[in-house]
């Protein structure tokens, strides 16, 4: 198998937090879509964006006004449009949306669409945050917006590699992250909305910590900007593909909205499990305890 070729687009979010939802998502739509377009041109195979990518990080409010923009997966217009992108550009996209199921379940979500436009399935996010974050009453107040998810771990079969997904939050807790890689997860995108502060330090630590555990890459992707009339923090960019080794292959910068571009090798995937054996030499039967406590 030869190399792969990764894009991960980091954008910022200009439209002000009082305009109505649908001129929030149609802005952030047709910015990301130029950017996927952009992505291909430069020979991405797989391109990943950014947790909720078709609006602001609302989730440091707590408003009903929101739940408007939560949409089904696959049936919803977004992952329509998206579907056809990736048909027309032959691209690998993972999407992650604002899901709603039913009357008013909601999930931080990401669809796996292949390069043929086929929808393979989606991710819902499994940690749900609700801390406080930035001044006055801003926070990742996330707990009002979303449900945990209930779907487990899946790896997808896509056209150039198979993909897990991980999202923002998620980057926290190992457990789930070396479940994707028992699964056959080559690659592991997370798509995030983080800003400067008490977790910026782990940014570039936690992530290469999971990709040299499990011996696969992680593409870390995360909003850039500051986001009004919220002003909760600076979203620090900086979205970056870690090889197995725990390698920076590529990395954006902090305050520009970017499409990243790194090279996957899956040779170096089968190198590095073959020499270190993580898989091999862990005692599952040793960690029963792990989940009664």
Request: glycine share 10%; net charge negative.
């Amino acid at each position: 198998m030869g190399k792969i070729s990764i894009g991960m687009i980091q954008a910022s979010h200009e439209v002000e937090g009082s305009a109505p939802v649908e001129v929030h998502k149609e802005a952030a739509i047709q910015k990301h879509m130029a950017l996927v377009r952009e992505a291909a041109a430069r020979g991405a195979q797989i391109i990943g964006l950014q947790e909720v990518f078709y609006g602001p990080y609302f989730c440091t409010e707590q408003s009903p006004k929101w739940y408007a923009s939560a949409e089904q997966v696959p049936e919803g217009p977004t992952t329509r449009r998206f579907q056809e992108l990736a048909k027309e550009l032959w691209v690998v996209i993972i999407l992650p949306v604002y899901e709603v199921e039913g009357i008013a379940t909601y999930y931080n979500t990401a669809a796996v669409i292949d390069a043929d436009g086929s929808y393979l399935g989606k991710y819902r996010k499994h940690h749900i945050p609700h801390v406080e974050a930035g001044e006055g009453t801003n926070g990742f107040w996330e707990k009002y917006y979303f449900r945990p998810g209930n779907l487990g771990y899946p790896v997808f079969d896509t056209a150039y590699a198979r993909v897990g997904v991980y999202i923002c939050y998620d980057r926290h807790f190992p457990e789930g992250a070396r479940l994707l890689g028992l699964a056959g997860a080559e690659i592991v995108f997370n798509p995030s909305a983080t800003v400067a502060g008490t977790s910026e330090y782990l940014w570039k630590l936690e992530q290469p910590a999971h990709a040299v555990a499990n011996g696969y890459y992680v593409a870390a992707i995360n909003r850039v900007g500051v986001e009004s009339p919220w002003n909760m923090g600076e979203f620090y960019g900086q979205s970056y593909l870690v090889d197995p080794r725990g390698r920076m292959v590529a990395i954006g910068r902090r305050d520009q909205d970017e499409v990243i571009i790194g090279e996957m090798d899956p040779e170096l995937i089968r190198e590095v499990r073959n020499v270190w054996q993580f898989y091999r030499d862990r005692r599952p039967e040793t960690y029963e305890h792990l989940v009664n406590l």
